[in-house]
C-alpha cells in the first residue's frame, strides 16, 4: 500500500496524517485500504400522476434513440442513462391504481387488509412487504464495510402532512410505513447540526479520561473500582461519538437559504435545497441509499412558476384530445425531467471521495412514478428511468419489454449490491428472475 492510497483511505475515515506511519502495523485497517468495498449509491426519486407517453418514451430501442421532450432536459446524461419501457406493476389485490401505484412500487406486493377506502377496489391498509431501498440498505448496514451512519434517507418535496398509502412508498416491513423528511431545515440539523457540539464534547471526554487515569494511579482499590466504571462509561461515550458520525467532514455542510417557505409555492427552492443536502450527505459517507419523493400520489401541486394554476392530478385526469391539457402536462414532466437533472448534474460536479471519477459514476438515480397515464390509471409502462453508474448497468440504452413485472428489476438492483435474493415482493412475479441489464 503506498503513501498516497493510505493517506486517501485516511481522509475517507476522517483521520489525520499522524495515522499514516500506524497502518502497516494494522493488517486490518491495511487490508481495507488495498480492498476497498465498491462504492455503490442509490436514489429513488418518485414523481406523481403518470406520464404523457407519447412525449416520453423514445420510438427507437437500442443505442440510437432520441429524447422527447419530457426527456430533453437529460440530453446531457444521454450516455449515462437507461429506459426502460414495458415495465409494469402487476401487484394485484385491494386498494385503488393510486394506493398500490404508490405503496406496491417499491415493496413489489400487495397490500394488507384495512379500512381505507380508495377511489376504485376494495378498501385497504398499508403494505405487507419491506421496500427494495430498505432491503437494500438493511443489507448495507449488517456489513460493517458498508455500514453507513443512518444506512438510507428518506426526503421529501411538499409531501402532504399526513400518512396513508398514497403518501408513502417506503417500508422498514410489513404495516411499517417510513415517513419522507419534508423540512429541509430539519433535515439539516439531523445531519449536522450537533457534529460541532459533539466534537467540543470529544474533546472534553480526552481530558476526563486523562484526569480519571492520574487518580486512579492514587486512590486504594475500592475506588479504583469505582473510577474503573467511570472509565468505562467515558470510553463507550467515545464509541457512541464515532458511531453518531462525528468524523470530519469530506464536504462542508451545504449553505441552505433561510425563510424558505415549505409549501407548494416554495417547491421550486425546495427541491434544489433536499437535492443538495441528499448530495452533501452521500459525500460525507452517512448513506448510500435515499428517496426523493415529489408531493405524493393523487399529488395536487399547483406549478404557478410555470404559469399553471390547475392541480397535477387534475390536469392529470383530463382526456387526450385536450390539448391544453395535454400541453401543460408535458410542461409539467418537463420541469420534473429538470429536477432529475438538476441533481444528476449536482453528482456529476462531485469528485467521488478517495476515489476517481464523479460521484454520478457510483451512484444511480432510479426515477420513476406510481402510474404509467394518468387518465387511465393504468399500472403498466411505470416510466422508469435510470441515470448514473452506481449499479454497473450498461448504459446509453432505451430498453422496451414485454410487459412484463417490475420486480425483477428490484431483483437486479439487489444483485448488483452482492444480495442475491432468490425473489423479491410478490414470489409469483419473479418467476424469470433478474433483468439482465449488465
Known sequence: ???????????????????????????????????????????FLFTPNGTVPSEFWPDQAGTDFQLK????????????????????????????????GMSCLLTADELLPGNIQGGGGMPAGWARNISIDQEIASFLQARPETATRFGSLEMGVAVPNRADPWTRANYSGPNQP???????????????????????????????????KKISAQVDPAERALLDQHTTFVREMEKDLQHAGTAKLIMPPPDLEPGVSLDNDGIPKISHMQSDLLVNAFANGMARIATLQYTN???????????????????????????????????????????????????????????????????????????????SHTLDDIPFVLIGGGLGFKTGLAHQFPQIPHNRLWLSLAHSFGHHIPTFGHKDLCGDGALALS
Open 69 to 100: 421532450r419530457i426527456l430533453a432536459p437529460l440530453a446531457d446524461f444521454k450516455n449515462q442513462m437507461i429506459t426502460l419501457k414495458g415495465l409494469c406493476n402487476k401487484v394485484g389485490g385491494d386498494g385503488d391504481s393510486h394506493m398500490r
Open 1 to 43: 500500500m503506498n503513501t498516497q492510497s493510505r493517506r486517501q483511505f485516511l481522509r475517507k475515515l476522517g483521520l489525520t496524517a499522524a495515522a499514516l506511519p500506524f497502518l502497516p502495523h494494522l493488517p486490518s485497517i491495511a487490508a481495507e485500504a488495498r480492498n476497498p468495498a465498491k462504492m455503490q449509491r442509490l436514489i
Open 178 to 212: 417510513v415517513a419522507p423528511n419534508n423540512d429541509p431545515y430539519a433535515l439539516f440539523e439531523k445531519l449536522y447540526g450537533q457534529v460541532k457540539d459533539r466534537e467540543n464534547l470529544g474533546s472534553i471526554l480526552d481530558d476526563v479520561t486523562s484526569d480519571l
Open 297 to 375: 400520489s393523487v399529488g395536487q401541486a399547483r406549478m404557478r412558476w410555470l404559469d399553471i394554476h390547475e392541480d397535477h392530478h387534475h390536469l392529470s385526469h383530463e382526456p387526450d384530445n385536450n390539448q391544453e391539457a395535454h400541453e401543460k402536462l408535458v410542461k409539467i414532466n418537463t420541469w420534473l425531467a429538470e429536477q432529475v437533472a438538476y441533481l444528476a448534474r449536482k453528482l456529476q460536479s462531485t469528485p467521488e471521495p478517495g476515489s476517481i471519477g464523479s460521484m454520478l459514476d457510483h451512484t444511480t438515480i432510479i426515477w420513476t412514478n406510481e402510474l404509467g397515464k394518468g387518465n
